[in-house]
């Protein structure tokens, strides 16, 4: 009886195991092309006045918030941007560099929105991020909950973020991208909701009072 040896049998064991593994790569593809998929994580930061970095976290009421003592904080707000190529980009910038899709917290199993959004469309209304359960849908991101991601706005590693709505709408003259609007103190620190331990407040970009987001 003719026998194989077993660098043979090794060999044969590895072409069956790879052609049967073609089917999965096949589909993880096309899952990443028609589902919100992590493309970016790190925790939610922002910069003050002296190029210092702080990180967000959330309060008792799944708030986004701004604590003095956030090093010391359990609550440091750790995020996922997925990205969601079924999601239609609210400022119609289809052609630009920036991704469409929604900041998840695995801590919370919830996404970074603005629920008052949908109720108001006065552009002296504020808007504030809680964090809220994610759409049910994997494929596409509620009006209230989109971002925008910007991988090369100012360098390879900046990975600016901004919440996104429809342009003018929530605020004359803007473009529709939002950072945390800041304090009126020159340390530029985000502003706080008296009253709400530590909330902060969505604020459009092109405002001098405004900060971006960072995800790193």
């Not at 956030?70 to 969601?84: A, D, G, I, M, T």
């Not at 504030?128 to 009006?143: G, L």
């Not at 990975?159 to 020159?186: E, I």
Request: aromatic share 12%.
């Amino acid at each position: 009886m003719f026998l194989l040896s077993i660098s043979t049998l090794l060999l044969l064991a590895a072409a069956t195991h790879s052609v049967l593994a073609l089917p999965v790569e096949d589909s993880s593809i096309e899952e990443r092309s028609t589902h919100c998929h992590t493309i970016l994580k790190g925790h939610l930061v922002g910069f003050d006045s002296r190029q210092k970095q702080f990180t967000f976290v959330t309060n008792s009421a799944n708030e986004v918030a701004y604590d003095h003592d956030w090093k010391k904080s359990k609550h440091q707000l750790y995020v996922h941007f997925q990205q969601c190529p079924k999601s239609k980009d609210p400022i119609g910038d289809e052609d630009s560099t920036g991704f469409v899709g929604r900041m998840y917290v695995p801590a919370l199993n919830g996404c970074i929105s603005s629920p008052a959004y949908l109720q108001s469309t006065s552009a002296k209304a504020n808007y504030y991020p809680v964090i809220k359960p994610c759409d049910a849908t994997t494929r596409s991101v509620a009006e209230d909950a989109l971002w925008k991601y910007y991988p090369d706005e100012v360098s390879e590693d900046s990975n600016s973020v901004y919440w996104s709505a429809q342009p003018n709408r929530l605020q004359k003259h803007c473009d529709g991208l939002y950072g945390y609007k800041t304090n009126s103190r020159s340390d530029q620190l985000p502003y706080t909701r008296p009253g709400h331990h530590g909330a902060i407040e969505f604020h459009c970009h092109k405002k001098a009072s405004e900060n971006r987001f960072f995800v790193q």
